[in-house]
């Protein structure tokens, strides 16, 4: 059944939020027009994205953020539709009381982050200060659960209509921040780690390090033989690797060790790798470009994937920049304090740069949870996080999305802070097969 919709004025922004709605949520091919006669005589389903009901079907009245092309702050009131939480009402005469596509353009796009906003110490935009938070909705792919909510409005009205949505996808990826935790490091570096150790009266650490020194036991973060076959089932799984130079915040070993190397070639023979941005790349094309080129050189194959180290994203500087380089995937949309849906979605989405008003080839895919958000911020036990990732899991099969989930090996190691975390990994897949 064709679904038409008609607007007195097709902005890229209505274009774009509706497309996605449609298109890639819920799978159905959509035609639009500022016709009025051609919605006249429409014979399918038809959308009204107006002020007044064109004849019958489904009418949304439009909020003036659809036809602006300008970034401005909106005023957000909260309500209940059909026991979903909502935003930007702007009939209750109209069949969905509330823009449902100018709410969704707003999260996906990121509106909120090209505002003013009180940045954290890594001069991130935090999930306090978020929409979904303050709405109490960041754990809800609420997004895709209001185009659910107007698939049943539909079908009301038009009982035969069908939709063909994708299937639901899970996504392991790893991290790799610190490939070992004390072999392949520099001597300085190595000399340095001790002596903070013995100053500190980390005794344990110190016989830890003798013993990976004098090769009498395993480095703690060499786990990758182990996570390899836990990865079996999961082709689709991706590691992005840190291979920025030695800073405060990157300190990863070097790509020009041949152990880090072969690690890396072994990993790719495997699973596809990805780039992981060093902390100051987040504004720096040249320092992007010169990290892919190390990595391609290292792991002998183009590398399409990247996720932003310590999740620092500045829009659009940072997507386009990706994009001007060849990345044309991104896995870095979510908090590092909290876990839930940072665009309100998960359903990958092509990016809309607000300073541009057009959509670049750069598929964003967000993320839901990651170990260190479930472990160091929430203060959760394995079981809590495990139980808490379930509970996403299900919301985003629901609505047929794609879960992503960040693992770090330091977290896969077991080692001290994290003894029993290195289990989690294995029973959310195990019971993410059987779902």
């Not at 991706?238 to 405060?248: E, H, N, P």
């Not at 023979?269 to 941005?277: R, T």
């Not at 190691?413 to 290195?422: D, V, Y």
């Amino acid at each position: 059944m064709e679904v038409l919709v008609y607007s007195q004025r097709l902005t890229p922004r209505v274009d774009y939020a509706i497309r996605f709605i449609f298109e890639e949520i819920l799978g159905v091919k959509i035609r639009m027009t500022s016709s009025y006669s051609e919605a006249k005589q429409c014979s399918g389903v038809l959308i009204s994205y107006c002020r007044s009901k064109v004849k019958e079907g489904i009418h949304i009245v439009p909020h003036s953020l659809m036809i602006e092309d300008s970034i401005a702050r909106q005023k957000i009131d909260f309500f209940r539709w059909e026991e979903l939480p909502a935003f930007f009402h702007t009939s209750k005469e109209a069949d969905i009381p509330f823009d449902l596509f100018a709410a969704s353009f707003f999260l996906i796009s990121r509106y909120e982050e090209y505002l003013l906003f009180e940045p954290d110490k890594h001069n991130r935009f935090t999930s306090e200060q978020s929409v979904a938070s303050i709405g109490g909705f960041l754990e809800d792919p609420i997004v895709d659960q209001w185009a659910y909510k107007l698939v049943d409005k539909i079908r009301d009205k038009f009982p035969s209509f069908e939709i063909n949505p994708k299937k639901f996808e899970f996504i392991p990826t790893i991290d790799i921040d610190s490939a070992f935790a004390y072999q392949n490091k520099s001597l300085n570096r190595a000399i340095l780690g001790t002596l903070k150790s013995l100053l500190t009266f980390h005794f344990s650490d110190v016989i830890n390090r003798i013993a990976v020194y004098s090769k009498l036991r395993k480095d703690p973060f060499d786990v990758y033989d182990s996570i390899f076959p836990t990865l079996n089932d999961w082709p689709n799984a991706i590691w992005f690797v840190l291979v920025g130079k030695y800073s405060r915040y990157d300190r990863n070993i070097s790509i020009d060790n041949n152990e880090m190397k072969d690690l890396l070639l072994r990993i790719r023979k495997k699973f596809k790798v990805g780039i992981h941005p060093s902390y100051c790349s987040g504004t720096n094309v040249e320092i992007v470009r010169e990290e892919i080129s190390n990595i391609v050189r290292a792991i002998e194959t183009e590398v399409f994937a990247s996720r932003q180290h310590f999740l620092r994203i500045f829009l659009p500087t940072t997507y386009s920049n990706l994009i001007a380089l060849g990345i044309n995937e991104d896995y870095s949309m979510g908090y590092s304090d909290r876990i839930g849906f940072r665009a309100g979605t998960c359903t990958p989405f092509y990016f809309y740069n607000l300073k541009e008003e057009r959509v670049i080839d750069l598929k964003i895919f967000p993320f839901q949870t990651m170990d260190f958000t479930l472990c160091s911020q929430m203060k959760l036990t394995p079981l809590e996080a495990y139980e808490e990732i379930l509970t996403l899991v299900c919301k985003v099969k629901a609505v047929n999305g794609t879960f992503v989930s960040i693992w770090h090996n330091e977290y896969l190691s077991g080692q001290s802070p994290w003894k029993g975390w290195e289990l989690l990994m294995p029973l959310v897949l195990e019971k993410v097969k059987k779902l």
